[in-house]
C-alpha cells in the first residue's frame, strides 16, 4: 500500500525549476532514500510534503490526505537537518510539548517522554535547556522527538549531520527499529554508504528532475554500489 | 479545550514572556503605580479627610487612562513579533508538520500573545486598585473600571491583529512604523469624520481629505474602542451611534483577520 503518493508536481522559484513533474510512490513500512547533490530540489520535496511549501502543479497525498489537510501529518514526525527549537525548553520540556501536539497527554506521555530520553542515552539532558546544549546533543533531542507518539511516517531531513560515529551508528539502528515495527522512513541524505546500508528504495534528484526510483537491490546488480551509481545516474543523465 | 491549543497557547506565552521589551514595560509600569501610590498617599496625609471617596475613584480612573494610553504601544510591539521568531529560527517548520491547520496556527498564536498582554494589564489594573484603595482606605474599583477594561482588552485584539497583518508584509521594523502610521491617521480620520453628518464629508473636497476618508472607512475604527473605555472611566459616553460604529469595527477588522490569515496560508516556508 502506497503511503506517500507525489504526482507530477512542480515547483518553480522565478524562471528556474526546483522540481519539475516528479512522481513518486513510496509504500508502507519501507525505508526510502532521496538522494541528490545540492540543489537537486530535496529539501524543496520535503517542504512540499509537510504543506511548508505549496506546488505550481502536481499533488502530493499522505495516508490518502492532500497535504494541504492537517490529517495528512497525523502520525507524522519530522526533524529538519539542524534541529531548532525555542532555548527556553529543556529537552523532556520539548518531547512533552511534541506529545501534546500529537495528543498524548498525563502519565502516558511522561512514560514516552522518559523511554525516548532513555534510548537517545540522553537522560542526563533532560532539565537541560537548549540554550546550553550541543549541536550533537541538540540532535539527538530531535531524534528523541521522533520515538514521541504514534508516528507511522517519519520524515529526517539530513539525519547523520552533526553526530559523532556513535552516534550515526545508534541512529542506524532506531532506524532500524522503527522499520522494524511497520514504520514508514522517508530520509534525505547525502550520505550515501549509510543509505545502502539501511535503504529498501532510492529515488534519486538531480536539478529538479528525477532521474532514478527503484529498489537498492535493483541498483546494485546494476554497480558495485549505491556510490557508483549516483555517480554516473547525476552525471550521465537517467539511468 | 484541546491539548495541542493549551500546549500552543501556553508556548506562544512563554516564549514572549522572556522578551524583554515585555520586562522593561513590567517594571517601569510597577515602579510608576508604585510612585502614584505614594504620591497619593503624601497628598492623602496634607488633606486629611473631604471628598476622599470621589478623589479614590478618579484617581484610579485617571491612573487607568494612563495605562491605557500606552495599551496601543504595547499591543503593537507584541502584535508584530506574533511570527517573527518562528520564522526566524526555522521553528515554524517543527511547527506546521504537527497536525495543526495554519489557521489554527496563526489564531492560536494571536490569541496566545493578546493573553499576555492581558496578563500585564490585569497585573497593572489589579496592582494599581489595591494600592490605590489602600492610599484611600477604602474599595475604590468600579464596575465603570471593570466594563472600561472588558472594551480594553477588545482594543488590544485587534491592535495585534492589526500589527500581525503588518508584520506579515515587512520587517518588524517597518509594520511598527505602518502600524503607527496608519493608526495615527485613521484616529486623525476618526476625530474629523465621526462627529459630522455624512452630507458634509464631500464638501470641501482636498487631497487630504480623501486620505482621511479613506482611513475612516478602511482602518478598523480603534479609536473608538479606546475612546469608548476611557469614556466609561470617565462616566461620559459619547454621542455616537454606538451600533454603527460597532458594526463598521466588526466588519472592517474581519476584513484584516482574513487577509492576515490568508496570507500566512499562502505563504512559502
Not at chain 1, 520540556?93 to 530520553?117: P, Y
Given at each position: 500500500?502506497?503511503?506517500?503518493?507525489?504526482k507530477?508536481?512542480?515547483?518553480?522559484?522565478g524562471?528556474?525549476?526546483?522540481?519539475?513533474?516528479?512522481?513518486?510512490?513510496?509504500?508502507?513500512g519501507k525505508i526510502?532514500?532521496?538522494?541528490g547533490?545540492?540543489?537537486?530540489?530535496?529539501?524543496t520535496?520535503?517542504?512540499?510534503?509537510l504543506?511548508?511549501m505549496h506546488?505550481?502543479?502536481?499533488s502530493?497525498?499522505i495516508?490518502?490526505?492532500n497535504?494541504?489537510?492537517?490529517?495528512s501529518?497525523?502520525?507524522?514526525?519530522?526533524?529538519?537537518?539542524k534541529?531548532?527549537?525555542?532555548?527556553?525548553?529543556?529537552?523532556?520540556?520539548?518531547?512533552e510539548?511534541f506529545?501534546k501536539m500529537?495528543?498524548?497527554?498525563?502519565?502516558?506521555?511522561?512514560s514516552?517522554v522518559?523511554?525516548?530520553?532513555?534510548?537517545?542515552?540522553?537522560?542526563?539532558?533532560?532539565?537541560?535547556k537548549?540554550?546550553r546544549?550541543?549541536?550533537?546533543?541538540?540532535?539527538?533531542?530531535?531524534?528523541a522527538s521522533?520515538?514521541?507518539?504514534?508516528?507511522?511516517l517519519?520524515?529526517l531531513?539530513?539525519p547523520?549531520s552533526g553526530l559523532?560515529?556513535i552516534g550515526?551508528r545508534?541512529?542506524?539502528d532506531?532506524?532500524r527499529e522503527?522499520?522494524?515495527q511497520?514504520?514508514?522512513?522517508?530520509i534525505?541524505?547525502?550520505?550515501?554508504?549509510?543509505m545502502?546500508?539501511?535503504?529498501?528504495?532510492?529515488?534519486?534528484?538531480?536539478?529538479?528532475?528525477?532521474l532514478?526510483n527503484?529498489?537498492?537491490?535493483?541498483?546494485?546488480?546494476?554497480e558495485?554500489?549505491l556510490d557508483?551509481?549516483?555517480y554516473?545516474?547525476?552525471?550521465?543523465?537517467r539511468? | 479545550?484541546?491539548?495541542?491549543?493549551k500546549?500552543?497557547?501556553?508556548?506562544?506565552?512563554?516564549?514572549?514572556v522572556?522578551?524583554?521589551?515585555?520586562?522593561?514595560?513590567?517594571?517601569?509600569t510597577?515602579i510608576?503605580?508604585?510612585?502614584g501610590?505614594?504620591?497619593?498617599?503624601?497628598?492623602?496625609?496634607?488633606?486629611?479627610g473631604?471628598?476622599v471617596?470621589?478623589s479614590?475613584?478618579?484617581?484610579l480612573?485617571?491612573?487607568?487612562?494612563?495605562l491605557?494610553?500606552?495599551?496601543?504601544?504595547?499591543?503593537?510591539?507584541?502584535?508584530?513579533s506574533?511570527?517573527?521568531?518562528?520564522f526566524?529560527n526555522?521553528?515554524?517548520?517543527?511547527y506546521?508538520s504537527?497536525p495543526?491547520?495554519?489557521?489554527?496556527?496563526?489564531?492560536i498564536?494571536v490569541i496566545?500573545?493578546?493573553?499576555?498582554?492581558l496578563?500585564y494589564?490585569?497585573?497593572?489594573?489589579?496592582?494599581s486598585?489595591?494600592?490605590f484603595?489602600?492610599a484611600?482606605?477604602?474599595?475604590?474599583?468600579?464596575?465603570?473600571h471593570?466594563?472600561?477594561?472588558?472594551v480594553?482588552c477588545?482594543?488590544l485584539?485587534?491592535v495585534?491583529?492589526?500589527a500581525t497583518?503588518?508584520?506579515?508584509?515587512m520587517n518588524?521594523?517597518?509594520?511598527?512604523?505602518?502600524?503607527f502610521?496608519?493608526s495615527?491617521?485613521?484616529?486623525?480620520?476618526?476625530?474629523?469624520f465621526?462627529?459630522?453628518?455624512?452630507?458634509?464629508?464631500?464638501q470641501?473636497?482636498?487631497?487630504?481629505?480623501?486620505?482621511?476618508?479613506?482611513?475612516?472607512?478602511?482602518f478598523?475604527?480603534?479609536?473608538?474602542?479606546?475612546?469608548?473605555?476611557?469614556?466609561l472611566?470617565?462616566?461620559?459616553?459619547?454621542?455616537?451611534?454606538i451600533?454603527e460604529?460597532c458594526?463598521h469595527?466588526?466588519?472592517i477588522?474581519?476584513l484584516?483577520?482574513?487577509?492576515?490569515?490568508?496570507?500566512v496560508k499562502?505563504k512559502?516556508?
Amino acid at each position: 500500500m502506497d503511503l506517500i503518493q507525489i504526482k507530477d508536481i512542480s515547483k518553480s522559484y522565478g524562471v528556474e525549476f526546483s522540481l519539475e513533474n516528479v512522481s513518486l510512490n513510496i509504500q508502507q513500512g519501507k525505508i526510502f532514500a532521496l538522494l541528490g547533490p545540492n540543489g537537486a530540489g530535496k529539501t524543496t520535496l520535503v517542504k512540499l510534503m509537510l504543506n511548508l511549501m505549496h506546488c505550481d502543479s502536481g499533488s502530493i497525498e499522505i495516508n490518502g490526505f492532500n497535504v494541504s489537510d492537517k490529517n495528512s501529518r497525523l502520525g507524522v514526525a519530522f526533524i529538519a537537518e539542524k534541529f531548532t527549537f525555542f532555548p527556553f525548553y529543556t529537552a523532556s520540556g520539548v518531547l512533552e510539548f511534541f506529545g501534546k501536539m500529537k495528543g498524548i497527554e498525563g502519565d502516558e506521555l511522561k512514560s514516552q517522554v522518559v523511554a525516548a530520553l532513555e534510548r537517545l542515552q540522553i537522560t542526563e539532558l533532560a532539565n537541560r535547556k537548549l540554550s546550553r546544549m550541543s549541536k550533537g546533543q541538540m540532535q539527538r533531542v530531535g531524534l528523541a522527538s521522533i520515538l514521541i507518539g504514534k508516528n507511522d511516517l517519519i520524515i529526517l531531513d539530513e539525519p547523520f549531520s552533526g553526530l559523532d560515529p556513535i552516534g550515526i551508528r545508534e541512529l542506524k539502528d532506531i532506524i532500524r527499529e522503527l522499520k522494524e515495527q511497520g514504520k514508514t522512513l522517508f530520509i534525505n541524505s547525502h550520505i550515501l554508504l549509510e543509505m545502502e546500508q539501511l535503504c529498501d528504495e532510492v529515488a534519486i534528484l538531480n536539478k529538479g528532475k528525477l532521474l532514478f526510483n527503484g529498489p537498492v537491490s535493483a541498483v546494485l546488480e546494476k554497480e558495485k554500489s549505491l556510490d557508483d551509481f549516483f555517480y554516473k545516474v547525476v552525471n550521465g543523465g537517467r539511468a | 479545550m484541546k491539548a495541542q491549543y493549551k500546549a500552543m497557547i501556553l508556548d506562544t506565552m512563554l516564549k514572549e514572556v522572556r522578551s524583554k521589551t515585555l520586562i522593561f514595560i513590567f517594571v517601569a509600569t510597577t515602579i510608576a503605580i508604585i510612585l502614584g501610590h505614594v504620591g497619593i498617599k503624601l497628598v492623602m496625609s496634607q488633606l486629611g479627610g473631604g471628598e476622599v471617596t470621589f478623589s479614590g475613584i478618579n484617581a484610579l480612573s485617571l491612573n487607568f487612562r494612563i495605562l491605557n494610553s500606552i495599551s496601543f504601544v504595547v499591543a503593537a510591539v507584541f502584535g508584530v513579533s506574533v511570527f517573527r521568531s518562528d520564522f526566524q529560527n526555522n521553528i515554524i517548520y517543527q511547527y506546521l508538520s504537527f497536525p495543526i491547520s495554519r489557521t489554527e496556527y496563526f489564531f492560536i498564536r494571536v490569541i496566545g500573545t493578546w493573553f499576555l498582554v492581558l496578563a500585564y494589564y490585569i497585573y497593572s489594573y489589579v496592582l494599581s486598585s489595591v494600592l490605590f484603595s489602600m492610599a484611600f482606605k477604602k474599595i475604590i474599583f468600579t464596575p465603570a473600571h471593570f466594563f472600561s477594561f472588558l472594551v480594553l482588552c477588545l482594543y488590544l485584539l485587534i491592535v495585534i491583529f492589526i500589527a500581525t497583518l503588518f508584520s506579515l508584509m515587512m520587517n518588524k521594523i517597518g509594520a511598527l512604523f505602518i502600524t503607527f502610521a496608519t493608526s495615527l491617521a485613521a484616529a486623525a480620520a476618526f476625530t474629523t469624520f465621526s462627529t459630522i453628518p455624512y452630507n458634509e464629508f464631500f464638501q470641501n473636497m482636498s487631497s487630504l481629505r480623501i486620505v482621511g476618508l479613506f482611513f475612516y472607512y478602511f482602518f478598523p475604527r480603534i479609536t473608538f474602542l479606546g475612546n469608548f473605555s476611557s469614556s466609561l472611566l470617565a462616566g461620559e459616553l459619547s454621542g455616537l451611534v454606538i451600533w454603527e460604529q460597532c458594526l463598521h469595527l466588526s466588519v472592517i477588522s474581519a476584513l484584516y483577520i482574513f487577509i492576515a490569515n490568508y496570507l500566512v496560508k499562502r505563504k512559502n516556508f
